[in-house]
């Protein structure tokens, strides 16, 4: 197990532009921050980087009405910007458990001084910690799989979960490996998102080489697992799930899919009301009944999704279907708090974080519960192959992906960015014909053996490929983070 020091960091920002608005809860996404970070470490006395990236959002980290992106943004970045200047006053740990563990509680203390949101707060955390296990895989030289599965991290999972013993996690990611390396993509329909082509107005086409409605989305990549977002209004919801359920029917009858409630009902009780009128639709009863409905997802708003009352709601509907949260999954006690009030799962996304997704994964199979993956418009190639990674390492076998539909492949980098990409994921990516690397999905499938055979994720040191690297400092002087 070997030691670890943050040494310093820099950053690169990209400007990243939708192909058409992403409409998901309160927000309407059409431009993006996305961040890089390249971390230099000390791992075992040698002197190793690190990646991580993410996409910084609209109202999905808080979830305030009140507030524009210009007031959340700077939020995100103080997260982020605390994050790794705590993570280099450490100094050297005996291992990246002990490492992630004084990070964890130097933020979660932060935090709640400052009233911050645990999902915000560790947003910063989680792309420390994943720059750090990037650099350790890198260290060994071995995949991320066999690194956890090997124990060395030094992994001490009964101290997020006691009933759970040291080196659980070793089992549960040798049983839950993807054999054949590849995974079933969970298609997004966003609120907006054209069902067909005949929904597109003329002035809101995109002629970019890549499907736009739902139908070409199936048409081109052989879908048959969707997440299906809802409103919460229940007129607007109704309409739109009898059309997709005709739809679905029609090209591709073994479809199955998820629902994500958006956090738009107050309460378990406000949310069983339209669901059980929606039940009561002929049209709609098989759809919203298993095999075709696999979950629903975060239906009450986070501030709410925990408290005792939903035990009460949950106890008093027998019949619910799996239901499973995904924003209230702020902080290392979350889920074990939903399995006690009655949920059936919880998700994993890494800006939740690594460790916590590791031990949550290792509690849930132990209940027998559900454990799905979920998206953030994730791209490359970083963020999204990093994700990637960790799906399989946790034995998910299906997630949401809506990155590459709702971006132009890997069109926000250089041409240089591109190729190396496809020489080095060739499985994940394909070329469209200007030489932009898009996702390749087959079948409904993406292939995951370059992203499995990579230290964490990406195979190549993606610092070669971009620049500058500069402090944050440096890019909010450049006006990087303005004109959003």
């Not at 100094?91 to 400052?114: C, I, K, M, S």
């Not at 591709?252 to 309460?267: I, K, S, V």
């Not at 759809?287 to 696999?294: A, E, G, N, V, Y």
């Not at 290792?362 to 960790?390: F, K, T, W």
């Amino acid at each position: 197990m070997p030691t670890i020091r943050l040494l310093d960091y820099r950053c690169h920002v990209v400007r990243m532009r939708t192909r058409f608005p992403f409409h998901y809860g309160i927000a309407s996404m059409t431009s993006v921050p996305h961040v890089l970070f390249r971390g230099e470490f000390e791992i075992g006395g040698r002197r190793t980087v690190g990646f991580a990236s993410d996409g910084l959002p609209p109202k999905w980290f808080t979830k305030d009405p009140s507030t524009t992106f210009d007031d959340d943004l700077p939020k995100m970045l103080e997260a982020i910007e605390g994050a790794w200047s705590a993570a280099m006053a450490r100094g050297t740990e005996p291992g990246f458990y002990d490492w992630w563990r004084g990070l964890y509680g130097d933020r979660n203390d932060w935090a709640v001084r400052n009233a911050v949101p645990g999902l915000l707060a560790h947003l910063g955390t989680s792309l420390v910690e994943r720059a750090g296990l990037d650099a350790v895989c890198r260290s060994l030289g071995k995949p991320v799989a066999d690194v956890v599965a090997g124990g060395d991290l030094g992994l001490r999972i009964s101290e997020i979960h006691p009933e759970l013993a040291d080196g659980s996690e070793r089992e549960t990611i040798q049983q839950g490996l993807i054999g054949d390396a590849t995974l079933l993509v969970r298609h997004t329909v966003g609120l907006a998102d054209p069902l067909t082509d005949d929904d597109i107005p003329e002035a809101e086409r995109v002629a970019d080489g890549l499907p736009q409605s739902l139908a070409a989305c199936i048409r081109a990549y052989g879908l048959r697992c969707f997440k299906i977002k809802l409103s919460g209004d229940f007129e607007r919801d109704g309409d739109r799930l009898r059309r997709l359920a005709a739809l679905l029917t029609e090209l591709c009858p073994d479809f199955r899919h998820t629902l994500d409630g958006n956090e738009q009902y107050a309460t378990v009780a406000a949310f069983r009301d339209q669901w059980e009128r929606h039940r009561n639709d002929a049209v709609l009863r098989e759809f919203l009944s298993p095999p075709r409905l696999i979950f629903v997802e975060q239906p009450v708003h986070r501030d709410h999704a925990l408290d005792e009352a939903v035990a009460g709601d949950l106890a008093a509907w027998p019949d619910a279907p799996p239901l499973i949260i995904d924003e209230s999954d702020g902080a290392v006690t979350a889920v074990r708090r939903a399995l006690e009030l009655g949920y059936s799962g919880a998700s994993h996304k890494n800006c939740k974080g690594l460790v916590k997704g590791i031990a949550n994964a290792c509690l849930l199979r132990s209940r027998g519960a559900i454990h799905s993956g979920e998206d953030l418009a994730n791209v490359g190639p970083v963020a999204l192959l990093q994700d990637l990674a960790m799906m399989r390492v946790l034995g998910i076998g299906h997630v949401e992906r809506n990155g590459h539909h709702y971006f132009r492949g890997l069109g926000m980098y250089g041409p240089e960015m591109n190729r190396r990409v496809l020489a080095t994921h060739g499985d994940l990516y394909g070329p469209m014909g200007d030489g932009t690397a898009a996702l390749s999905i087959r079948e409904g499938q993406i292939a995951l053996g370059s992203v499995a055979a990579a230290p964490f994720g990406t195979g190549f040191a993606v610092d070669e490929m971009l620049e500058p690297w500069l402090s944050l400092d440096e890019w909010r002087a450049r006006g990087a983070f303005s004109g959003f």
